[in-house]
């Protein structure tokens, strides 16, 4: 009883926060504009997480991280790629004025807090760029990737619920199995099928190139399986700091970092299988 009222409320919270994502998609600038705020929201998270360590970051310095996903807007809205320098200049000053604020810093343990600072840029910082970029690429691309996470949380779920023998990395996150990992994977491959469709629709059809059919089934793959990845990097990342949610913002998921702990890791995937 109690796993089908966390499912409930899992479900309830998970529609919220996909209608929040679908409604972003609206267009380019309300799109960001979301990216934007979840980066703060958590970059927050983050902070506190490091803070239950003694690890103190400032939120508002981690703000700084938010230069190269305003840079990459830019670049992306204006349509000109000789606006990349002022990607390239945003992240190095970001960079530069972090560390130097540190100075300033009166606690101890000032080379640690500026190596996770660092981290939180490469971390968090660029995969929220990546988003942007893929949606400057097409709205489908950022709809494929966030449903298939999706499907493969929801699905990986439920296969591991009922049918879940064989852990998958019972070190690191031992509710996890290999059954509930292939379940979901076999779902999203068919979530591919389905986009494939909707990008050859003549109604529906994309800007070229179409991809072929292997090429959507690829990039579902790419996305579970660096979203697997990113659940487990996130999952190790608590266990080093000894807690067991980043927050409590989401209702039967966590915090909003355990809700995006695949995409932080499935979006530059997805840009470097598209692009290359």
């Known amino acids: 009883m109690k796993t089908l009222s966390n499912f409930v409320k899992r479900t309830l919270t998970g529609g919220i926060y996909m209608v929040a994502i679908l409604a972003s998609m609206l267009n380019f600038i309300s799109f960001s504009i979301l990216c934007y705020v979840l980066l703060l929201l958590t970059i927050n998270e983050y902070a506190k997480m490091l ?6 970051i400032s939120e508002r310095k981690m703000g700084l991280a938010a230069f190269p996903l305003i840079a990459t807007f830019i670049v992306c809205y204006s349509g000109s790629i000789e606006w990349l320098w002022l990607f390239v200049a945003l992240f190095i000053t970001g960079l530069l004025v972090t560390f130097s604020l540190e100075l300033f810093h009166k606690k101890n343990h000032q080379m640690q807090n500026v190596a996770y600072s660092f981290f ?11 988003l942007i970029y893929l ?4 709205q489908l691309y950022t709809l494929a990737l966030f449903t298939f996470v999706w499907t493969h949380d929801t699905f990986s779920y439920l296969v591991g619920m009922k049918l879940g023998r064989t852990k998958l990395f019972e070190r690191v996150s031992p509710q996890k199995t290999w059954e509930g990992f292939f379940g979901g994977l076999v779902a ?8 494939y469709y909707l990008a050859t629709d003549d109604i529906i059809r994309i800007a070229e190139p179409t991809y072929h059919l292997w090429k959507w089934m690829g990039m579902a793959v790419v996305v579970v399986v660096a979203g697997t990845f990113g659940d487990l990097f996130e ?3 608590k266990r080093s700091l000894e807690i067991k949610d980043s927050g409590t913002l989401l209702p039967g998921h966590g915090g909003l970092f355990d809700r995006l702990d695949s995409i932080l890791f499935a979006a530059p995937a997805v840009m470097v299988y598209l692009l290359f």
């Not at 840029?121 to 929220?128: G, K, Q, R, T």
């Not at 949606?135 to 097409?138: F, N, R, V």
């Open 51 to 56: 803070k239950q360590k003694g690890i103190v």
């Open 120 to 130: 939180a840029y490469f971390y968090i910082a660029l995969p929220f760029a990546c």
């Open 135 to 138: 949606y400057s690429l097409s």
């Open 188 to 195: 999203t491959i068919l979530a591919g099928v389905v986009f």
């Open 235 to 237: 999952s190790l990342l």
